[in-house]
């Protein structure tokens, strides 16, 4: 049996109890072939060996991120911050961009993976974004993707419908980043870096249900099998 690429999923504190919504992301990983090793705050010293070791990177989905990332003072709308996730996440997407790991954002995680590359968001859309629609509750909308991109070639649809959880967005997007995906209102609903072998974030919760196959498990198994494509290079002695 091949073995299966090792994956690591940020994720908060276990005393923030989150239980029910991390183990969508852990089962979503093994359903696609992948083993997945929770990363928690506090394992920054760790972030060295995590990418030696690992295969790929998930960024889960959480709560917002702290302005003072992108350079901003907090709005009024911005909602709980969970500052030791934020510092390790942050230092662990540059350390990722940096080595070139395959990587997925999943709604914050897109966000983290932006502001790390020295974009910036939207802190809260209702406020901020003139005439954007309901983007959370679970309610389930159609993005539009781009041609030609990534994202395109893995969904196999132009205008899938995903599921929205969030009341932030990217804003500016961030150094080698190109838009993926929109929502009918022009919110970015997916980002990704070309020509890497497999940097991809998107809005929408694809461990959840409401997505379209496409959009949904697929998402998740296009990047567990980029970063199976990286077993023989990590398995290998040094020379």
């Known amino acids: ?17 989150y239980g029910a ?16 090793r929770p990363v928690r ?3 920054e010293a760790l972030i060295p060996d995590l990418l030696r070791a690992m295969d790929g990177v998930l960024f889960s989905g959480g709560d917002d991120m702290a302005p003072e990332y ?17 510092r390790l996440e ?17 709604c914050n995680g897109v966000q983290v993976l932006n502001v790390a590359s020295g974009g910036s ?3 809260d859309i209702p406020s901020q974004v003139p005439g954007a629609a309901e983007h959370g509750g679970g309610i389930v909308h159609q993005v539009r993707l781009e041609e030609g991109t990534r994202l395109a070639a893995v ?3 132009a205008e899938p419908r995903v599921n929205s959880f969030h009341h932030q967005a990217v804003a500016r997007v961030g150094r080698g980043w190109r838009v993926a995906a929109r929502s009918p209102d022009g919110v970015i609903e997916a980002l990704e870096r070309p020509g890497e072998p497999f940097l991809l974030g998107v809005q929408w919760h694809p461990e959840r249900p409401g997505c379209d196959p496409g959009s949904g498990a697929a998402v998740v ?13 990590r398995a290998a002695p040094p020379s």
């Open 1 to 17: 049996m091949a073995p299966r690429p090792l994956i690591a999923v940020t994720f908060a504190g276990e005393d923030w109890e």
């Open 21 to 36: 919504s991390e183990a969508e992301y852990l089962d979503a990983v093994r359903a696609a072939g992948g083993e997945p």
């Open 41 to 43: 705050p506090g394992e």
């Open 70 to 86: 992108y350079g901003e003072t907090p709005r009024p709308e911005l909602r709980l911050v969970n500052g030791p996730r934020d």
């Open 90 to 106: 942050f230092l662990l997407a540059r350390a990722v961009l940096a080595a070139g790991l395959p990587a997925l954002g999943i």
């Open 121 to 123: 968001l939207w802190q």
């Open 155 to 157: 969904v196999g649809a």
């Open 221 to 233: 198994a296009a990047f567990v099998a980029a970063a199976a494509r990286r077993i023989p290079s």
